[in-house]
């Protein structure tokens, strides 16, 4: 029998980036928030001390900061014909668990969306014909525009104290930064962090090839910075350690650097750790929530009412409770109907190794020190010859070279023994890697569902992911591969080494947590669980907010996005349900 708790007016599932947001703006319209967040207690004093978070076998060998598989996990396959596994051990994607989630462990590279990315379809369509997107392609327009958006990034970048250099400022154009950028209201709050000697090789020679490189936006702090909310931030030590750790410095914003010094001081704000949500409650109508379910870590059963429900979990776990709790149609891939689980991306990557004489330092560096081109990113360049949609960025990161996971060497190299140890004495400050970053197109036969077979601790299905990799990605992530090749010969090395992304897509090797869709967003409720304001069409009083959202995976990092959405939604809350709580958009 479940303890029944005393109400309150608003449950937020999870306690990350999305969740301190909304959190923070909440209850400053007075209202009583609680966070329910799955991991532990989390904060800079004393669990990013320095002292112990620069431990790589710690966290980012035995995984100190992610999601445990003994107590969460999903299933996958690649098809519809295959069965479906459990997914043991982390590997493609690792989900966070604690005060902070993903917050903590990213490495901060933070991208605004390109503005055909919002309206990927009818872009695609005025510019090529309805006839260039593939029928099996379920690619669609998000509801919302840049130009919606852009207050909402402009909030997000100066909570995080962004590093950067803006092109397109109040629609002036300038010498410097992406020049391919859409237009912005101001400039970012601090300027770049310093360059690395292997930015600036591929800065050389990507100007050689007549290409337009800038230094990456980074919330890794390039001085010390006080931002909005009077949370004083330290500047970055480029020691290397940020994806994956936490920061001890106060340097890359998170929750705990940015937000929840203010927030966990407020009387109308309050968190508990441990809770594992299973369910959404609903009243008898099936139309209101009325709270959520939870689980503490002794497995006793909790009810917590609320007025009002906000999903600020990781991407696959919203939608795992969207179909635990019969919260919109379960999308069904043979039909093509429904929309639950609907819309599964991910990011596609490759890179290319090289080998230089230089002397480069690979050990100082910091999450988001990199220099990029988005020549090739969104639709900056023709497709009609190429016959793909999409593109990604190609950029040259100095995250750091810790002893254990980050060491390359030429092909060839024995794997073992006096020649491995001499190839790496000759090559550990002699290379860098060019990496692509690319979008991820939704296809019909890429979703998320509830499987048949296996069932979590709590007795409830596991969430099952059918994905893989499609002929458009494919296409798109060689040609990205192949412009990087180019600029890595263009550097003049003495070799390299080329990664291109093979088929089929495997769960096993580390990739990127850049998960997106399931829970998309619309403006049609026939292809979308919530509106544009992240609002679900069938229960008003739930909005799911996150990298759920996206219909389909743009070429960026997705945080930076997933932060201004959070604002986005938050502001409608305040400005509009709460003043007249029902529907935000009629249908």
Known sequence: ???????????????????????????????????????????????????????????????????????????????????????????????????????????????????????????????????????????????????????????????????????????????????????????????????????LMFDKAARELGYHPFPAPAANTSRPYLNP????????????????????????????????PVLLKKDNFAYRTGCDVTRVLMDRSGKKARGVMYRDREG?????????????????????????????????????????????????????????????????????????????????????????????????????????????LPEGTPTFGAGWKKAMADNYLKNVSIATHGSVVSHREAYLDLDPTYKDIYGNPMLRLTFDFHKNDYKMSDYLTGKAEGIAKAMRPRSISVKKRKPPYSIIPYQTTHNTGGAVMGDDPRTSVVNRYLQSWDVPNVFVVGSCNFPQNAGYNPTGTVGALAFWAADAIRKMYLKHPGPLVQV
């Open 1 to 199: 029998m479940a303890t029944r708790l005393n109400s309150v007016d608003v449950v937020l599932v999870g306690f990350g980036w999305t969740a301190s947001i909304i959190a923070q703006e909440l209850t400053d319209e007075g209202l009583q928030v609680l966070a329910l967040e799955r991991g532990v207690d989390r904060a800079t004093v004393p669990d990013f001390s320095t002292a112990h978070i620069q431990d790589e076998l710690r966290y980012a060998v035995r995984n100190g900061l992610f999601q445990a598989p003994v107590r969460e996990t999903l299933s996958f396959r690649n098809t519809r014909d295959q069965t479906a596994l459990p997914m043991r051990h982390l590997g493609s994607f690792r989900p966070g668990a604690g005060v902070g989630g993903g917050g903590v462990h990213w490495n901060g590279q933070t991208w605004r969306f390109l503005p055909e990315d919002f309206v990927l379809q009818s872009h695609t369509k005025e510019r090529y014909g309805a006839s260039f997107i593939p029928e099996d392609l379920t690619i669609q327009d998000w509801g919302v525009t840049y130009d919606d958006l852009e207050p909402y990034y402009d909030r997000f970048e100066y909570l995080c104290g962004i590093a950067g250099k803006a092109a397109n400022v109040a629609g002036q154009r300038g010498k410097e930064g992406n020049p391919f950028e859409a237009n912005r209201r101001r400039d970012y709050p601090l300027p770049p962090l310093e360059r690395s000697a292997g930015t």
């Open 229 to 260: 909310l009077g949370v004083q931030m330290g500047q970055c030590t480029y020691c290397g350690y940020c994806e994956w750790f936490g920061c001890g410095n106060n340097s890359k914003a998170s929750p705990q650097s940015t937000i929840l």
């Open 300 to 408: 006793r059963e909790f009810e917590q009412p609320a007025e009002l429900v906000i999903l600020c979990a990781f991407a696959q776990h919203n939608v795992h409770l969207l179909l635990l709790s019969g919260i919109g149609q379960p999308y069904d891939p043979a039909k093509n109907s429904g929309v639950v689980g609907r819309n599964y991306a991910y990011q596609i990557t490759s890179a290319v190794q090289v080998f230089v004489d230089e002397l480069i330092n690979p050990y100082m560096g910091a999450g988001a020190l990199g220099q990029a081109i988005d020549d090739f990113n969104g639709d900056n360049f023709d497709h009609g010859p190429e016959g793909f949609i999409g593109g990604g960025y190609l950029a040259l990161w100095t995250t750091g070279g810790r002893p254990i996971l980050q060491h390359s």
